[in-house]
């Protein structure tokens, strides 16, 4: 494990690595300043916006409803299913 770690830091940018202490969800405040999300507040994964703010990856997904979610735990399940599909198909890395 050791040896995989080192590997991958190694072929990671500092931007990838900066991206992985990141989580999607932030305060509701900031959220709602953001611009650009990558997800409308219905849960709606919005590719085209995931590749600016998601280009470079994402560290995790917590507690949606910090937000003010407005689905349930399917929805939510869909949504974070959808944004680590794209992630793993459209950034730089493979992560086995």
């Given at each position: 494990?050791?040896?995989?770690?080192?590997?991958l830091l190694?072929?990671?940018?500092?931007?990838?690595?900066?991206?992985?202490?990141?989580?999607?969800?932030?305060?509701?405040?900031?959220?709602?300043?953001?611009?650009?999300?990558?997800?409308?507040?219905?849960?709606?994964?919005?590719?085209?916006?995931?590749?600016?703010?998601?280009?470079?990856?994402?560290?995790?997904?917590?507690?949606?409803?910090?937000?003010?979610?407005?689905?349930?735990?399917?929805?939510?399940?869909?949504?974070?299913?959808?944004?680590?599909?794209?992630?793993?198909?459209?950034?730089?890395?493979?992560?086995?």
């Amino acid at each position: 494990m050791d040896q995989r770690v080192e590997d991958l830091l190694a072929r990671m940018t500092l931007e990838e690595k900066l991206a992985q202490i990141e989580s999607v969800w932030r305060t509701k405040d900031l959220c709602e300043r953001r611009s650009r999300l990558s997800w409308t507040r219905k849960g709606v994964f919005l590719p085209d916006s995931a590749k600016i703010t998601l280009k470079n990856g994402i560290g995790r997904f917590p507690d949606p409803a910090r937000i003010q979610w407005n689905g349930g735990p399917r929805e939510m399940a869909e949504l974070t299913n959808a944004i680590q599909k794209w992630v793993k198909e459209n950034t730089r890395l493979e992560f086995r």
